[in-house]
């Protein structure tokens, strides 16, 4: 897609060249000359404002305020070269050389603001950031200057409870939700994934399932049509995942709209899931996209529970006793973040097992 616009676009370009050299060139005589390149500048001026109406389709309302100031671009180009051309066709020096002025500005405007203005500050900001950084680091910012999807205040709500026949495990109820920003002119491929390593004791009970919850609002089809949707296992007949190799897995490829200057664009996303682990474990949250914001809340905690949440900046994790953690920073692909559940030690005991914790979602992945 991106590759036919730029094609387009440099047409375009081309064709408007082209007809404003037709126009000037024809302001000697040539009065089919004239003819030809008004004509060529209005198919091309006009291609490109619906070429600009059809990109806006795709996320219908949500983009009505990024396509109108891009048609309010284009309709004052239009007005300038029509207005530039009609001066220039009168017999008065000072009104050609108005209109002449007025033509150049349209044109110049046509070309650089469209395939200049972006690209070049896009360059400068990076050259400044970067500039005397080794390769690897400006890598890394250019990795960070192509943000187009980010993940904000990703909320955990832990729920532990004791097992009802085995004293050494613990049932673990994860709840999740989080925000998605698209930062773009244009909706964005989002692949919603919710994965958790598959457990066959959980099958065997009176609940079996290990994906219960799924759900996202504000979210978009590939057709640019609303596609927000709300699954839970209990009304779904069965376990939402389906078996991939030691995994319960859930996915679905969504398209997030861009924000709008009100915000009220924000897509969301939540799950829920359960898991049986040994009493003493580590989830280890391995972020496949940007986060930024995290909250965790252990819910009713078991009095033999101790809980201690982790990062690469530890003095960044602030702790509310042994229920609440909550960090600012952001968290790049990549990074993690451990929580560990333990059973308090007692006198004498000085040794603590720990078992990885499994995959979930795009934000926890042990193999990501």
Known sequence: MKKQSLLLWSILFVLILIGSALVLSG????????????????????????????????????????VSKELNFWLVITVLLVFGITLMIFHNELANKFGEALVVAGVLASTVDVF???????????????????????????????????????????????????????????????????????????SYKVAVERHTDIEQEPEPFQIKQVGANNILNADGHKDDFELDANQNGGDLGRTEDRFRVYKKDVYIPPLTNNGNSESSFWLVTKQIFPRNCKETITFNDVVIGVDIEIVNPPSWLDVNVTTLYPNKIIRNGNRFFKSEIAFLPGQVLKIDLKEKKESGDSTVNEQEGSEKSNFSSTKA
């Open 27 to 66: 302001l000697n005589g040539n009065e089919f000359a004239t003819k030809f390149g008004l004509l060529i500048l209005v198919i091309a001026i006009f291609t490109g404002l619906v070429n600009t109406f059809q990109n806006g389709k795709l996320n219908n309302e949500i983009q009505k305020e990024i």
């Open 116 to 190: 200049l203005k972006n690209r070049l500050a896009s360059d400068v900001f990076k050259a400044v950031l970067g500039h005397h950084l080794p390769i690897e680091l400006q890598h890394q910012i250019n990795e960070i200057c192509s943000i187009q999807i980010y993940r904000k205040r990703l909320e955990i709500r832990l729920k532990i409870e004791d097992h009802k026949t085995d004293p050494s495990k613990m049932i673990y109820h994860f709840d999740a939700k989080y925000k998605v920003n698209n930062i773009s002119v244009k909706p964005q491929l989002y």
